[in-house]
């Protein structure tokens, strides 16, 4: 079935690193990607978005790159900071009888280290 | 930016009353809002997208008598969770749209429903 999934449950770095979160989705009908930040107890926090028609987007401290070919989505994260510990969504639009709708994939926890 | 709010944020009710969780687009007119329910270290499962004055469009396995959800301004969508079970715990989070064709969704802080 169409899904939007992440290859790594959890992903560990110290602070000052770049961290690099995955997903990989499945339907190549997918036109609009989100990248969400879910801080524990909270409602998913806009991070950065991107088009299919584009390959790469770059926010404040944050990159994602879309791979069409493989389908794969990732986002870049520059110089982490203890205050990027969060939960990490990709999300795919879809399309159906309501209109459009977001789908999440499972999630990245990532933990920084000072 | 966009502002959603999401109220209440915590609840707990005893078996078998309703609830009601409204979620208000506090800048912006919503023509649609969706409705995410979330399990402890689990992602954001689609419930139901909520059109103003219309009915709402659930997704498949979402029994709508349970879960009513009424969208009866550009402002406010409210989800009642009827007759709750404690399987009905959860972590129900709303999300709206400014409706343009790429704009990323915005969400609320989410209700934390314990059901006793």
């Known amino acids: 079935g169409e899904s939007v999934g992440l290859h790594l449950p959890t992903l560990s770095v110290q602070e000052g690193d770049n961290s690099i979160i995955n997903c990989a989705y499945s339907?190549?009908?997918?036109?609009?990607f989100i990248w969400y930040k879910q801080e524990s107890g909270k409602g998913p926090q806009f991070i950065i978005d991107?088009?299919?028609?584009?390959d790469k987007r770059q926010g404040q401290r944050v990159t994602v790159l879309l791979n069409k070919t493989v389908k794969h989505l990732s986002l870049q994260i520059a110089a982490t900071q203890p205050g990027d510990s969060a939960v990490y969504f990709c999300?795919?639009?879809?399309?159906?009888?309501?209109?459009?709708?977001?789908?999440f994939g499972k999630g990245t926890t990532l933990s920084v280290s000072s | 930016g966009a502002v959603v709010s999401q109220h209440p944020s915590r609840v707990i009710c005893k078996s078998g009353t309703s609830v009601k969780i409204e979620c208000r687009s506090l800048?912006?007119?919503?023509?649609?809002m969706f409705w995410y329910r979330q399990f402890p270290k689990q992602s954001l499962m689609l419930m139901a997208t909520?059109?103003?004055?219309?009915?709402?469009?659930?997704e498949q396995g979402v029994e709508k008598d349970k879960f009513l959800i009424n969208h009866a301004s550009l402002t406010l969508s409210t989800l009642t969770v009827t007759s709750a079970h404690p399987e009905d715990s959860s972590f129900y989070i709303c999300?709206?749209?400014?409706?343009?064709?790429?704009?990323?969704?915005?969400f609320g802080n989410g209700t934390r429903l314990t059901v006793t």
């Open positions: 339907n190549s009908a997918s036109d609009y």
């Open positions: 991107i088009r299919s028609n584009m």
């Open positions: 800048d912006f007119q919503a023509t649609t």
């Open positions: 999300s709206a749209s400014l409706g343009q064709q790429n704009s990323p969704l915005h």
């Open positions: 909520s059109n103003e004055g219309s009915k709402a469009t659930y």
């Open positions: 999300a795919e639009r879809r399309f159906n009888q309501a209109g459009t709708a977001l789908i």
